[in-house]
């Protein structure tokens, strides 16, 4: 509150801010954050909780009712996708081609990134730019050529068809977002570890990823997203049933010529989320854990 | 480097390195096999329990693989198979799909191997009914492999609601089967009963281009001939079922799953459905309890054009991949057999072969069989474009979910409307 002093009288101006303005600067943050915060989590969360309580559902039960709840919550449909003839394959296989997608490139991308960060070699940002050409590309748009190439080279139908498809896709988003942690290291630093005497791979191995480490697991977690989820690839380059991977098996559980069992479909989808949820959850505590300690040193 | 322990590491490397040698283990050539013989099946439910295991006990020599690619998308997962030289031998594909498949060059030329079959093996073949070679053969009269299953869609609706309302059945004509839906939806509407179920998208128009047969409808070169008088009442009467309330008014978004969950959980009076979704009906249902029955699709009333129940096959055509036609006839044969198109007739889809028909096991699986055959024995094998049937079905889809989703729009001008398109889809 401010006092006005004019021939001798004095006036207010405003007022203390009362237990009011606290009350609506509160609401305020309430509607402006808040409420978009708890739309987006509602928005997000709804469809993995209605597919989670499908999955506890009878088979006709999502036609027959509009009821969010189970009427006698069951885990049928989760024994059902348990006992398919080769669950147990198809899980291995996405694992499998998922740890050789993210390993790989991500050993590839760390290298081109710090190239490309670091070293002033001619055309390096046409190059960087031509790095996003298979990405920019409509996959399905790449189907035909690819399964022409792996034909040639005798891979339709093995895991190599899948390891280099995958890398090759992921590369290219992996070398992108390194390439802006890489360069957000100040070079002083680097500097001053040649001067202690580093070469390239320890600067790289003891300076820049210790630094860029929440970027690398950035990377890592869209690297294992992108081989996890990956449907097109699987769909048009791999025909044997031992070579699916999850997401094609859900997809062939579809059947428009019976009866939709919408529990199983959903029940195969969370067994499908679930590892890739677990695999999030401990990755997001390291991203957690590296910005942290880089903020106390 | 933070949080990367030594452990971690070697473990990230050890599965790395068995990652790539698992794959270039698993990716060696197979053993080499006197005859071998790769089949692919549309869905799961048509594979022989037996897995060919007695296929390969009569014929040692020939190996069997066999996957399951479905048959929406088998046609494009055919011509990539045979561009990588890793096609199969046998493929499973939707009927409409044979002739377009024969002009690309796909599919082989296999009649002169059905003849042999018919010689060697007289019994098999002469319990196969004709559509079993009309649903595998082109407009030439070529044929291309045999179709063991094949579906039909009937007219289905509970008797027991119909009692209930004084509605008498069958019914026959589709201005009564509106009449009975709408009594359906208006009297019974309080116990969250509808008349009947209808899709609204997603799904080719397989329901309702047979309801366009059965009301007189015409096909010329594979293309529907809509823009006339019946195709104008083939729509007005899935327009009617919307307006009227007779159908439930979430149509537009249903798929064929929806539709028929609508009437096996005994919301819905009625739908045309083919008789493979009776095995959950009467699951739910009995048959034998006498509360839903089947007709044959309604006709328009006063109809003089001749009523044509559809059939829709799911054929084994060989590929021109096929190097082995004696190995590829003998397991088509096999697969013909009484005891394994059986096997499918019970679980999943009816089968051309008629020696199924009177099978004890088979009747007692399923109890409509019988009255169902008078309908099933003569079915029409629906012709298609040779060259574009994919496109003219897409555009049918494309009318049946207006149909649905915009009953006021006036039917004539939509019948126009698509036929020109359906004419542009067919190349003329």
């Known amino acids: ?297 | 480097m933070p949080n990367l322990s030594t452990l971690t590491r070697r473990l990230l490397g050890a599965t790395l390195l068995a990652g790539m040698a698992t794959g270039a283990m698993l990716s060696g050539p197979a053993m080499a096999q006197d005859r071998s013989l790769k089949v692919w099946f549309g869905r799961q439910d048509f594979i022989p329990e037996d897995q060919f295991q007695t296929f390969m006990a009569d014929y040692p020599d020939i190996a069997v693989e066999f996957e399951v690619i479905r048959l929406e998308d088998v046609n494009s997962q055919l011509i990539l198979a045979i561009r990588s030289g890793n096609a199969p031998d046998i493929v499973q594909i939707q009927a409409r799909d044979v002739a377009q498949l024969a002009q690309g060059g796909v599919v082989k030329d296999f009649t002169h191997m059905i003849e042999e079959w018919e010689e060697r093996f007289p019994e098999t073949y002469n319990q196969l009914a004709d559509l079993a070679w009309e649903g595998a053969s082109d407009v030439d009269g070529k044929i291309y492999g045999v179709a063991l299953f094949a579906q039909s869609i009937y007219l289905t609706y509970r008797t027991d609601w119909l009692d209930e309302l004084g509605i008498e059945y069958p019914l026959e004509t589709t201005d009564r089967v509106l009449e009975a839906a709408k009594a359906i939806s208006e009297n019974m509407g309080d116990q969250d009963r509808f008349g009947f179920s209808l899709i609204g998208c997603c799904v080719s128009p397989t329901w309702e281009l047979p309801q366009f047969l059965a009301m007189g409808g015409q096909l010329e070169n594979g293309v529907p001939q809509i823009d006339n008088e019946i195709g104008v009442a083939w729509i007005e009467f899935y327009q009617e079922l919307m307006q009227s309330g007779a159908a439930h008014p979430d149509t537009p978004s249903w798929d064929s799953g929806q539709m028929r969950a609508a009437f096996i959980g005994e919301r819905a009076g009625m739908m045309n459905e083919g008789e493979h979704i009776y095995v959950p009906v009467h699951e739910q249902v009995p048959y034998e309890s006498g509360k839903w029955t089947f007709e044959r699709l309604a006709t328009r009333p006063g109809q003089t054009e001749e009523h044509r129940q559809t059939g829709f096959a799911f054929p084994y055509i060989v590929t021109s991949a096929n190097e082995d036609e004696e190995a590829a006839m003998l397991a088509l044969e096999y697969l013909a057999r009484p005891d394994f198109a059986k096997q499918v007739a019970i679980r999943y889809q009816p089968t051309t072969n008629a020696a199924v028909a009177d099978d004890p096991e088979y009747l007692a699986a399923k109890p409509w069989a019988q009255d169902i055959l008078p309908l099933s024995s003569n079915l029409f094998n629906l012709p298609t474009h040779p060259t574009r049937a994919i496109q003219v079905y897409d555009v049918l889809q494309e009318l049946r979910d207006r149909m649905v989703s915009d009953p006021g729009a006036d039917a004539a001008a939509l019948a126009s409307e698509y036929q020109a398109k359906l004419n542009t889809a067919a190349g003329l």
């Open chain 1, 1 to 297: 509150m401010a006092t006005l002093t004019r021939g001798g009288e004095t006036a207010m101006i405003g007022r203390e801010p009362g237990f009011f303005d606290a009350l609506m600067a509160r609401f305020g943050r309430v509607i402006l954050i808040g409420l978009p915060l708890a739309f987006l989590v509602i928005w997000t969360m709804v469809p993995l909780i209605w597919a989670l309580l499908a999955s506890f559902k009878e088979p006709l039960e999502i036609y027959e009712s509009r009821s969010f709840w189970p009427r006698n919550p069951s885990l049928d449909a989760y024994w059902t996708v348990l006992g398919m003839d080769g669950f147990g394959k198809w899980m291995f296989n996405s694992i499998l081609v998922t740890v050789v997608a993210t390993i790989v490139p991500l050993i590839l991308s760390i290298i081109a990134a710090y190239a490309f960060a670091r070293y002033l070699f001619p055309f390096r940002h046409v190059l960087l730019l031509l790095y996003l050409v298979p990405r920019i590309i409509p996959r399905v748009s790449l189907i035909v050529p690819l399964n022409d190439l792996m034909t040639d080279l005798g891979l339709i139908n093995t895991y190599w068809v899948l390891y280099i498809t995958y890398i090759a896709s992921a590369v290219p988003l992996a070398t992108w977002i390194l390439v802006g942690f890489f360069k957000a290291v100040p070079r002083e630093i680097e500097e001053s570890a040649t001067i202690d005497g580093a070469n390239m791979w320890n600067r790289l191995r003891y300076v820049i990823l210790p630094i860029a480490w929440p970027g690398v697991v950035t990377a890592a977690v869209l690297c294992i997203r992108e081989g996890w989820n990956e449907f097109a690839f699987v769909l048009a380059l791999v025909t044997e049933t031992g070579m699916r991977t999850l997401p094609y098996a859900l997809y062939m559980l579809k059947d428009s010529m019976g009866v939709q069992d919408y529990a199983v479909y959903n029940a195969f989808t969370i067994l499908t989320v679930l590892p890739l949820l677990v695999v999030y959850l401990l990755l997001e505590r390291r991203v957690v854990d590296s910005i942290v300690s880089g903020a106390v040193k």
